[in-house]
Protein backbone atom coordinates (compact mmCIF):
# COMPACT_ATOMS: atom_id res chain seq x y z
CA UNK A 1 0.00 0.00 0.00
CA UNK A 2 1.40 3.73 -0.71
CA UNK A 3 0.51 6.17 1.11
CA UNK A 4 0.32 10.02 -0.06
CA UNK A 5 3.33 10.79 -2.21
CA UNK A 6 4.56 7.26 -2.44
CA UNK A 7 5.33 6.53 1.09
CA UNK A 8 5.02 2.65 1.11
CA UNK A 9 3.49 1.27 4.33
CA UNK A 10 1.61 -1.93 6.16
CA UNK A 11 -1.85 -1.95 7.30
CA UNK A 12 -2.11 -3.89 10.68
CA UNK A 13 -5.95 -3.65 12.49
CA UNK A 14 -6.12 -5.00 15.69
CA UNK A 15 -9.46 -6.33 16.69
CA UNK A 16 -11.39 -7.03 19.74
CA UNK A 17 -14.05 -9.09 19.03
CA UNK A 18 -15.28 -11.26 16.27
CA UNK A 19 -11.72 -13.62 14.78
CA UNK A 20 -9.39 -13.17 11.90
CA UNK A 21 -11.57 -15.37 9.74
CA UNK A 22 -14.77 -12.93 10.08
CA UNK A 23 -12.52 -9.61 10.19
CA UNK A 24 -11.05 -11.23 6.63
CA UNK A 25 -14.73 -12.30 5.69
CA UNK A 26 -15.27 -8.56 6.46
CA UNK A 27 -12.38 -6.57 4.76
CA UNK A 28 -10.61 -9.19 2.81
CA UNK A 29 -7.13 -11.10 2.73
CA UNK A 30 -4.60 -8.16 2.25
CA UNK A 31 -4.38 -6.89 5.48
CA UNK A 32 -2.97 -8.34 8.32
CA UNK A 33 -5.09 -8.87 11.51
CA UNK A 34 -4.36 -9.58 15.45
CA UNK A 35 -6.48 -9.68 18.21
CA UNK A 36 -6.12 -7.36 20.56
CA UNK A 37 -6.22 -9.46 23.35
CA UNK A 38 -6.93 -8.26 26.95
CA UNK A 39 -5.85 -5.07 29.41
CA UNK A 40 -6.39 -1.54 29.23
CA UNK A 41 -5.55 0.42 26.34
CA UNK A 42 -2.28 0.99 27.55
CA UNK A 43 -1.64 -2.55 27.67
CA UNK A 44 -3.00 -3.21 24.07
CA UNK A 45 -0.94 -0.35 23.10
CA UNK A 46 2.31 -1.34 24.38
CA UNK A 47 1.84 -5.09 22.75
CA UNK A 48 1.22 -3.47 19.62
CA UNK A 49 3.91 -1.56 19.25
CA UNK A 50 5.83 -4.50 21.06
CA UNK A 51 4.27 -6.83 17.92
CA UNK A 52 5.46 -4.26 15.33
CA UNK A 53 8.70 -3.45 16.49
CA UNK A 54 9.79 -7.00 16.96
CA UNK A 55 8.39 -8.18 13.28
CA UNK A 56 11.02 -5.68 12.32
CA UNK A 57 9.03 -1.85 11.86
CA UNK A 58 11.43 0.95 12.35
CA UNK A 59 8.42 3.33 12.94
CA UNK A 60 5.00 3.01 13.91
CA UNK A 61 1.85 5.16 14.02
CA UNK A 62 -0.93 3.59 15.56
CA UNK A 63 -4.69 5.26 15.26
CA UNK A 64 -7.88 4.43 16.62
CA UNK A 65 -11.21 4.10 14.53
CA UNK A 66 -12.68 6.84 16.17
CA UNK A 67 -11.28 10.12 14.09
CA UNK A 68 -13.60 10.35 10.62
CA UNK A 69 -11.25 13.43 9.79
CA UNK A 70 -7.92 11.81 9.58
CA UNK A 71 -6.40 12.34 6.72
CA UNK A 72 -3.81 10.78 4.30
CA UNK A 73 -1.32 13.92 4.86
CA UNK A 74 -2.00 13.49 8.22
CA UNK A 75 -1.11 10.26 8.33
CA UNK A 76 2.24 10.58 5.70
CA UNK A 77 3.28 13.76 8.16
CA UNK A 78 3.26 11.03 11.32
CA UNK A 79 5.46 9.06 9.69
CA UNK A 80 7.40 11.71 8.04
CA UNK A 81 8.06 13.08 11.35
CA UNK A 82 9.34 9.73 12.88
CA UNK A 83 12.27 10.29 11.34
CA UNK A 84 13.73 12.71 13.21
CA UNK A 85 11.12 12.34 16.44
CA UNK A 86 10.76 9.56 19.43
CA UNK A 87 7.58 10.28 19.57
CA UNK A 88 4.61 11.84 17.79
CA UNK A 89 1.11 12.81 18.84
CA UNK A 90 -2.38 13.62 17.08
CA UNK A 91 -4.26 15.82 20.14
CA UNK A 92 -7.76 14.92 20.58
CA UNK A 93 -10.32 18.24 21.37
CA UNK A 94 -11.11 16.12 24.18
CA UNK A 95 -7.56 16.26 25.84
CA UNK A 96 -6.42 13.12 24.52
CA UNK A 97 -4.88 11.67 21.34
CA UNK A 98 -6.23 10.04 17.92
CA UNK A 99 -2.56 9.19 17.06
CA UNK A 100 0.70 7.83 18.54
CA UNK A 101 3.85 7.59 16.92
CA UNK A 102 6.88 5.59 17.95
CA UNK A 103 10.77 5.26 16.39
CA UNK A 104 11.31 2.51 19.33
CA UNK A 105 8.88 0.49 22.26
CA UNK A 106 8.63 3.00 24.98
CA UNK A 107 6.53 0.66 27.18
CA UNK A 108 6.76 3.48 29.96
CA UNK A 109 4.54 5.92 27.99
CA UNK A 110 1.36 3.50 28.75
CA UNK A 111 1.82 2.30 32.40
CA UNK A 112 -0.70 3.83 35.05
CA UNK A 113 -2.41 6.45 33.14
CA UNK A 114 -5.75 7.40 33.27
CA UNK A 115 -6.84 6.05 29.85
CA UNK A 116 -9.78 8.29 28.32
CA UNK A 117 -9.56 11.14 30.66
CA UNK A 118 -9.34 14.34 29.54
CA UNK A 119 -5.53 15.34 31.22
CA UNK A 120 -4.30 12.25 28.86
CA UNK A 121 -2.18 14.14 26.33
CA UNK A 122 -0.75 16.23 28.98
CA UNK A 123 0.24 13.60 30.97
CA UNK A 124 1.86 11.56 28.13
CA UNK A 125 3.73 14.81 27.26
CA UNK A 126 5.01 14.74 30.85
CA UNK A 127 6.67 10.97 30.88
CA UNK A 128 7.96 12.48 27.45
CA UNK A 129 9.87 15.09 28.52
CA UNK A 130 10.56 13.03 31.60
CA UNK A 131 12.26 10.60 29.22
CA UNK A 132 14.19 12.86 27.34
CA UNK A 133 11.76 12.30 23.84
CA UNK A 134 11.32 13.92 21.24
CA UNK A 135 7.84 14.64 20.73
CA UNK A 136 6.18 16.20 17.03
CA UNK A 137 2.36 17.45 17.77
CA UNK A 138 0.17 16.92 14.80
CA UNK A 139 -2.66 19.17 14.35
CA UNK A 140 -5.47 18.85 16.95
CA UNK A 141 -8.90 16.97 15.68
CA UNK A 142 -12.39 15.55 16.97
CA UNK A 143 -12.50 12.05 17.81
CA UNK A 144 -16.05 10.66 18.48
CA UNK A 145 -16.25 8.65 22.28
CA UNK A 146 -19.90 9.55 22.15
CA UNK A 147 -22.89 10.50 20.59
CA UNK A 148 -23.04 13.84 22.00
CA UNK A 149 -19.29 14.25 19.74
CA UNK A 150 -20.83 13.86 16.52
CA UNK A 151 -21.60 18.07 16.34
CA UNK A 152 -22.64 19.74 13.25
CA UNK A 153 -19.20 20.74 12.72
CA UNK A 154 -17.63 17.79 12.84
CA UNK A 155 -20.50 15.90 10.53
CA UNK A 156 -20.22 18.90 8.26
CA UNK A 157 -16.39 18.82 8.32
CA UNK A 158 -16.61 14.64 7.18
CA UNK A 159 -19.40 15.44 4.60
CA UNK A 160 -16.70 17.88 3.02
CA UNK A 161 -14.13 16.05 3.16
CA UNK A 162 -15.86 13.13 0.73
Known amino acids: MLLEEEIPVECEIYFADGSITKMKDWLGNNINFRPQG ?4 GEKLDRAFDDSFRDGYQNVIIIGSDCPTISTTILATAIKKLADS ?4 GPATDGGYYLIGLS ?10 PWGSSTMLQETLVIAERSDLSVFLLEELSDVDRKEDLSPKLLQSIKNDR
Open 104 to 113: SLCSHLFQNL
Open 86 to 89: DLVL
Open 38 to 41: HGDL
